[in-house]
C-alpha cells in the first residue's frame, strides 16, 4: 500500500491509527539515533550489552565466510560489536535510504574489505537477496522491532524470513521483555522529549507529502504502557479541535483525541518462542542481560 492508501485507512478507522514505519525519514532516523543514548531508553543498552558477550563466541560458533544481513539495520552501530573477519559481506535493509546510504559509508571507512550492499525496502513485503556467493548467511532483526508489528503481522514477517534462509542458516532477533510497567512508560517518555519529537515529526512528514497544513503545535506525544496486552502504545494527542485533507479525503480531530503512532510489543521467553514456532523457527539459544530486561533470540529452521 502507498503512503496515502495507509494514511487514509488508518485515519479512517474508529481508533484512529498511522504505521510506525512511516517515522523515518532522514529526520526521523536521527531523532531515533537520540531516543537510543537516552539513560531511561534502556533496549539499546541492554541489547549492547548481550551483544558483546554474544560476539566472543560468534567465531567459533559460527565458521566459514559469513554474509551478515541486517533487517531494519538504522545506524549500523549494533553490527559493529559482532563484526569479525569471517564476515565478507554486509547487507543492511531498511527503509530511511539516504540514512543507511550514509551509514554504510561510514561503516566501509571503518571496514574497507567488507562489501557492503545497502537495500532500500520495506520489511513488510516478501524480499530476496541475490549474491551470497556460496557464504552463511546470518540475518539480525535487533531493537526490539519484532515487538513493531500489530497483531498476525509479526507471524508473517517471520514466514517470509524463515523463506529467505536454509538450514544453514542462523537468525538473531532482540526482544525487549516484560518488566515493570513503570520502567517501559519512562523510556518511551524520555524527560529529554526525543521520544515525542521522534513521533511529532511524523506531522512534519505527512505536511511535505500532502501539503495539509497541521500544526505541529496542536498535537503532544504520549507513550502509554497496556499491561494487559503487553505493549507499549505511542499516540499523538489532538490539544483541540482540528479539520485536515488527505488528497480529496476530509479527516476531523476532535480535543483530545488520539491517533496511535507506535507499537511495542513485550515478550516472555516463552511467548516469543511460541511466536517462532508458528513460524517454523526453532530456538537454538536464548541471552539475556543481568537484569533480564531484554533477550537475544538465536533461531533456526
Ligand atoms: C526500532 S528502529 C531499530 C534500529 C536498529 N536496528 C537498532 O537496533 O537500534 C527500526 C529500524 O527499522 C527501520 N524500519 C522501520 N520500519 C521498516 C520497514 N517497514 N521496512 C524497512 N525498515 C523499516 C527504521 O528505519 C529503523 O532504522
Partial sequence: MSFKKDLISGLSKKKKMIPSKYHYDYQGSKYFEKI????????????????????????????????????????????????????KFYFPIDISGKFIRNASKKLKLKYPKLKIKP????????????????????????????GNFHPGHDVKFLKNLSKCIDRNSFIFIGVDLIKKSSLINKAYNDKAGYTAKFSLNLINIINKNFNCGLNINNFSYIGIYNKKMRSLQGFLVSKS??????????????????????????????????LANKANLKTHSFWTDKSNYFGVFLLKR
Avoid: H, W
Avoid at 566472543?56 to 531494519?72: D, H, R, T, V, W
Avoid at 537477496?129 to 522491532?145: D, E, M, P
Fill in 241 to 274: 479541535k482540528q479539520k485536515f485533507k488527505i488528497g480529496s479525503k476530509n479527516f476531523k480531530l476532535k480535543k483530545n483525541e488520539k491517533i496511535q503512532v507506535e507499537v511495542s510489543n513485550k515478550f516472555s521467553p516463552k511467548s516469543f518462542t511460541s
Fill in 119 to 146: 537495500v532500500v525496502a520495506d520489511y513488510n513485503k516478501p524480499f530476496k537477496i541475490k549474491n551470497f556467493r556460496n557464504t552463511t548467511k546470518v540475518f539480525f532483526f535487533l531493537g526490539s522491532s519484532i
Fill in 36 to 87: 537510543t543514548q537516552q539513560k531511561e531508553y534502556y533496549p539499546t543498552r541492554k541489547e549492547k550489552e548481550i551483544l558483546k558477550k554474544i560476539s566472543k563466541k560468534l567465531p567459533e560458533m559460527i565458521k566459514g565466510n559469513l554474509s551478515f544481513c541486517e533487517i531494519g539495520s538504522g545506524s549500523t552501530d549494533k553490527i559493529k560489536i559482532l563484526m569479525n573477519k569471517n564476515v
